[in-house]
C-alpha cells in the first residue's frame, strides 16, 4: 500500500490549494478516504472523510464551506480543495484508509503573510 501526498505550499489567508493524495496496492475504490491535519506539538486531527463510491461526504465543523474533498476512482486519486485558506489551517496534511489504516508521508500547509 502506498499513498503519496501532493500539493501543499506557502499561501496567504483567503488563498486557495489543492492537495491530492495518489494511491496503489490496493483497491482504491472501495476504500472510504480521509484527510487528516497535525499542527505543531498536536495530534492529529480528523479532517474530511469520503466513501467508496462518495456517497457520503463528512467534515470537521472547522472547514465547512470551506474546504472539499472528492475522489477520482480511475486515476485512484483522493483530493481536498482547501479555500479561503486561515492561518491555523498550516499543518501537514495527511491522507488515509479506512478501515485498515494506512498513511501517507503527508503534505505541508502554511498560511502566512
Known amino acids: 500500500v502506498q499513498l503519496v501526498e501532493s500539493g501543499g505550499g506557502l499561501v496567504n489567508p483567503g488563498e486557495s490549494l489543492r492537495l491530492s493524495c495518489e494511491a496503489s496496492g490496493f483497491s482504491f475504490s472501495t476504500t472510504v478516504m480521509s484527510w487528516y491535519r497535525q499542527h505543531p506539538g498536536k495530534e492529529r486531527e480528523w479532517v474530511a472523510t469520503?466513501?467508496?463510491?462518495?456517497?457520503?461526504?463528512n467534515y470537521v465543523d472547522s472547514v465547512k464551506g470551506r474546504f472539499t474533498i472528492s475522489r477520482d476512482d480511475a486515476k485512484n486519486t483522493v483530493y481536498l480543495q482547501m479555500n479561503s485558506l486561515k492561518f491555523e489551517d498550516s499543518a501537514v496534511y495527511y491522507c488515509?484508509?479506512?478501515?485498515?489504516?494506512?498513511w501517507g508521508q503527508g503534505t505541508q500547509v502554511t498560511v502566512s503573510s
Open positions: 469520503i466513501t467508496d463510491g462518495g456517497g457520503m461526504i
Open positions: 488515509k484508509t479506512w478501515p485498515d489504516d494506512h
